[in-house]
């Protein structure tokens, strides 16, 4: 595929959530020729991954948070759950979901999520301005160059489909923006059953959904793992009627709780958890600091917000707290941090995110009676087995004892691999070595990636790539505060894909503009540095626009969260005539149209910034923005 004429190229790498995500943005942020490529490796996870094809997921597996919180889009939330119940294609469609009616507090199944994502891209496709196109390709991307400030990516196919041999080619991109997933770890516990026939290694793919599905209703199950993806794998199996014994098998012991009927996303604010500043001494110290701050934190929610259910608390004082957790995480020493994100993960990640009912009733109650099948087993899975019975057994160390279980099939958690210094997957090995990316320093968590999320390079500077999703969960942690899980996190994907989207379509704008001593480029501090320069004073870039400022920021805004063409130039072309009006534009034409297009980029990234306020709940985004429909502004 090689480039036609000078328009830029972006390619994106991965088409699930994250890449589509971004691709959808891109196609509506960009106001000149663009060629977007989505490249996707596998054919079946396109517009979809490994969260939400169809393959992996029977309809029995539904969303772990309400349809209302689905929307591909932050700034309107209740699109998925338009889409759903007017939009969707029901053929084929299985009782109950056939005939439902679906509500924001309500349950939706994952499958869908595919013909939404589908439906939306094509939106995108056909609302682009001229000489914005979308090209999907199947392919894998197997190593990066930079050259020039460009990138060559070199890309794999099967010459053959199923055959051994590949065909390779090079494609030249103006920016290339990684969306490539979640990786797989191979689970030490399990190197002498990998291809048995009676483990399942990844739960969501085809392969293992047939095995659950054709297993005896009596068998032996074990589950390794007692969160989000082990509700799945029993959920499906109980709903179809299985008696056998199924054991959850968790290292902590940790359940996740389930949110009550009616749950609604709300950000409340808290002081901050002030004794969480203060030096890292030691451990225990500071884990008695954060109980005692925790302590009072869901005493003041209580007290305070007594409308909030109590199976809610702790997921609203672990959002209150983000702003303040950098500064707490700067505190504690690399090692220790690690540590604590080994020791604590699952727990956070359960503090932070709850499951329906429509997922946990099942369970639960096939856990509260004596002879009931589930059973939780708090325990490290130290080796699998097979058994001379033909069975697996399933080795297990509690602090108390080591004890064997035998089962008709045991059943992987799903394991992902965060540390990409140990990822074995070319792509990754060849960006590692060149020096492009690397590995997040300070949790061993993603990878290292600036402000915007561009990558961060061996020599610490960004480059033309960037990452969506989970490639950045270590720079979340310590820039935003956000812990929890990160492997599905959609609202985390909806942020980065605005931000990304907008970074690359600046780039691609501004790098044909020559500016003396500026490169145009450059970052914040280079924009503000050109705009010091015309008008004096501090940098102050709002002061520098005068008072039309703010509402330059929602007009644009608005503009990046239209999805129709017209709306958008519509905006577009108030927003220029609201930037010719701003006070202490230069005399001389062409120092005028430079400015013009830097306060562009200010008054863009401040839109940005807007956009992806966690601060704010989307329903209270779309009122600032004038977005809210009447019914919304009454509610």
Known sequence: MSRTGTCPRVLIVGAGLAGTATAIRLLCFARGPLEIVLLERRPDYRCAGVAYHRDGNPWDHVFNIQAGRMSVFREDVLDFVRWANHEADRGGWPEPWVGLRFVEQGPAPRRIFQDYLVDRLAEARREARPGVVLVEADGEAVDLEVRSGRVDVTVERFAVEGGPSRAATVLCADHVVLATGLELREPAFASEVRTHASFVRNPYSAAGIRKLADLRSEATVAIVGSVLSAYDSAGLLLRRGHTGRIHLISRT???????????????????????????????????????????TACATVVREHPDIAPAVVAERVVK?????????????????????????????????????????????????????????????????????????????????????????LVVSNFGRESDYGRVDQPLWRNVLRRGLAVPHERTGRGLEVDARGALLGADGEPGPISAVGVLREGDEMVRNGRTGAFTFNLAAIKNHSIAVAAHVVERLELDPEPDAGISLRNTAEGVAEFLTRRHGGDGNLEEAASGGFEDAVVMEARRLASRGRIERERLDSQLETRIRSMGGRPAHAADAARHDRLMRVVVNRAAVERLTDVSVTPRQLRRQLGLATAEEQED
């Open 320 to 408: 209150a707290w983000e702003p303040h957790l950098p500064e707490a995480v700067e505190r504690i020493p690399s090692a220790e941090l690690r540590s604590l994100l080994d020791e604590f993960g699952t727990a956070l990640a359960a503090l932070r995110v709850g499951v329906l009912e429509y997922t946990m009733a099942v369970i639960e109650r096939a856990m509260h009676p004596v002879d009931g099948p589930v059973r939780l087993v708090v325990g490290k899975v130290e080796g699998v087995r097979p058994a001379e019975s033909g069975r697996l057994a399933v080795s297990v160390a509690s602090p108390e004892r080591t004890h064997a279980i035998e089962a008709d």
């Open 253 to 295: 012991g940790t359940l996740f709780r389930t949110y009550p009927g009616g749950h609604e996303h709300g950000v409340v604010r808290l002081p901050c958890p002030k004794s969480l500043l203060e030096p890292y001494r030691n451990r225990e110290e500071f884990l008695a600091r954060v109980r005692a701050e925790w302590d």
